[in-house]
């Protein structure tokens, strides 16, 4: 007898940030086949991989230029399916596999795969403070989580507690977030001129600037956001010169070309009376 979709049990719990290990086996990341119960039960079994944990939440890869290309593969797949299929002698399973991929990576020790590089919506590049003081801080602030780490998160927890209820009323707002039907053609203008190919940079910009007016606590979005989006979702998707330095995103570029694709042109009004 099957059960109605509606009658199914739904448990609430919070999202899970699942660590890839960048030698991890490939049966630990997409799982495998039980074959010794399939054999003998008859039951096609699976025994999840880290993909399945992450399901509906965050799949964080330390160093993610270093990952074996067998294992992107599996990434890509799962990724561009929303489905993680298993296979082993014989017996196919499958999952649901949704999850927000988060990378980081130090460029000197090699690029992206141009495949994993174009799935990845933003990019953000953390750069080494300069001032003293803020560096004294971090290196303060190290020293207290060393020394005691639940007085640490204690400490913050507040500050977290607001940040999560502002992350949380942005994603209710989110689904009433407009753009302005002349900023979608300003988009395309806008990744097209900056030398991208790829679809996924338009459709990224849009839903990043969506999301920053949700979380400032606006309904519609404006060329700001879109500016704002635009140097997250290009920089890793801009062509590289294979001898050169990696291609770096000009914030004056953007703005001039995103003016450009806004621009109206106004023809003058004749005056109310001819010349003699």
Same mark, same amino acid.
């Given at each position: 007898?099957?059960? %109605?979709?509606?009658?199914?049990?739904?448990?609430? #719990? #919070?999202?899970?940030? =699942?660590?890839?290990?960048?030698?991890?086996? &490939?049966?630990?990341?997409?799982? *495998? =086949?039980?074959?010794?119960?399939?054999?003998? %039960?008859?039951?096609? @079994?699976?025994?999840?991989?880290?993909?399945?944990?992450?399901? /509906?939440?965050?799949?964080?890869?330390?160093?993610?230029?270093?990952?074996?290309?067998?294992?992107?593969?599996?990434?890509?797949?799962?990724?561009?399916?929303?489905?993680? =299929?298993?296979?082993?002698?014989?017996? *196919?399973?499958?999952?649901?596999?949704?999850?927000?991929?988060?990378?980081?990576?130090? &460029? %000197?020790?090699? %690029?992206?795969?141009?495949?994993?590089?174009?799935?990845?919506?933003?990019?953000?590049?953390?750069?080494?403070?300069?001032?003293? &003081?803020?560096?004294?801080?971090?290196?303060?602030? #190290?020293?207290?989580? *060393?020394?005691?780490?639940?007085?640490?998160?204690?400490?913050?927890?507040?500050?977290?507690?607001?940040?999560?209820?502002? =992350?949380?009323?942005?994603?209710? /707002?989110?689904?009433?977030? #407009?753009?302005? !039907?002349?900023?979608? @053609?300003?988009?395309?203008?806008?990744?097209?001129? *900056?030398?991208?190919?790829?679809?996924?940079?338009?459709?990224?910009?849009?839903?990043?600037?969506?999301?920053?007016?949700?979380?400032?606590?606006?309904?519609?979005?404006?060329?700001? !956001?879109?500016?704002?989006?635009?140097?997250?979702?290009?920089?890793?998707?801009?062509? @590289?010169?294979?001898?050169?330095?990696?291609?770096?995103?000009?914030?004056?570029?953007?703005?001039?070309?995103?003016?450009?694709?806004?621009?109206?042109?106004?023809?003058?009004?004749?005056?109310?009376?001819?010349?003699?």
């Amino acid at each position: 007898m099957c059960v %109605e979709r509606d009658e199914l049990p739904v448990v609430r #719990r #919070r999202r899970r940030i =699942v660590d890839l290990p960048l030698n991890a086996t &490939e049966d630990r990341v997409a799982g *495998s =086949v039980d074959v010794a119960r399939a054999l003998a %039960e008859g039951v096609q @079994a699976l025994e999840p991989g880290l993909l399945a944990e992450a399901n /509906r939440g965050i799949l964080y890869v330390d160093e993610i230029n270093l990952l074996d290309d067998h294992l992107t593969d599996v990434l890509l797949d799962a990724a561009a399916l929303g489905v993680n =299929v298993v296979e082993r002698e014989g017996v *196919s399973i499958s999952h649901p596999a949704r999850f927000l991929l988060v990378g980081t990576m130090n &460029e %000197e020790e090699g %690029e992206l795969r141009p495949q994993i590089a174009d799935r990845i919506g933003l990019e953000l590049e953390v750069e080494a403070l300069d001032d003293p &003081e803020a560096r004294a801080e971090i290196v303060r602030r #190290r020293e207290a989580f *060393s020394a005691d780490p639940a007085a640490f998160r204690a400490q913050w927890a507040e500050a977290q507690a607001e940040l999560a209820e502002r =992350v949380a009323a942005a994603e209710a /707002r989110l689904p009433s977030v #407009r753009l302005a !039907d002349d900023l979608y @053609a300003a988009v395309g203008h806008v990744v097209v001129r *900056s030398g991208v190919g790829s679809h996924r940079a338009d459709i990224t910009i849009v839903e990043c600037a969506k999301a920053a007016a949700a979380l400032a606590g606006r309904k519609e979005a404006n060329a700001d !956001d879109v500016l704002a989006a635009a140097q997250l979702a290009l920089g890793h998707r801009l062509a @590289a010169d294979p001898f050169g330095p990696a291609p770096r995103v000009d914030t004056q570029v953007l703005q001039r070309l995103l003016d450009e694709a806004l621009e109206v042109e106004v023809t003058p009004k004749k005056a109310a009376g001819g010349t003699r």
